[in-house]
């Protein structure tokens, strides 16, 4: 089993920046692509972005390109997302997990879930 932890979460103002945090335990995670997805009131889960288990591959919804920077630390057993010029509809409740099927942007390919951090950003 793994438990994920995300954190980092805030108010903050349209142009701000936040760092959210996933960290892992009862595992490593090391070998698996983890995923960053975020759910607004009354939306669905939708994807945010993905980051490969080396690090060295990502992609992300066009959205949040240029904006946002997924990022591991497998030393640490812990996976990062930088959101840089943020915008009033980037609030959400952003949630890490750790993929295990083939299709990185449905929810339906990621397993162990965290319970969330929120984001609110004010225009």
């Known amino acids: 089993q793994v438990q994920l932890v995300e954190s980092g979460g805030g108010l903050v103002q349209a142009g701000g920046s936040l760092r959210l945090s996933c960290a892992a335990s009862g595992r490593t995670v090391s070998s698996y692509g983890m995923g960053w997805f975020r759910q607004a009131p009354g939306k669905e889960r939708e994807f945010v972005a993905t980051?490969?288990?080396?690090?060295?591959?990502?992609y992300y919804r066009d959205s949040v390109k240029g904006r946002f920077t997924a990022s591991r630390d497998n030393a640490e057993n812990t996976v990062y997302l930088q959101m840089n010029s943020l915008k009033p509809e980037d609030t959400a409740v952003y949630y890490c997990?750790?993929?295990?099927?083939?299709?990185?942007?449905?929810?339906?390919?990621?397993?162990?879930w965290g319970q969330g951090t929120q984001v609110a950003v004010s225009s």
């Open positions: 980051i490969s288990g080396n690090g060295g591959n990502t």
């Open positions: 997990a750790v993929r295990t099927g083939s299709w990185p942007t449905l929810t339906m390919s990621y397993d162990y």
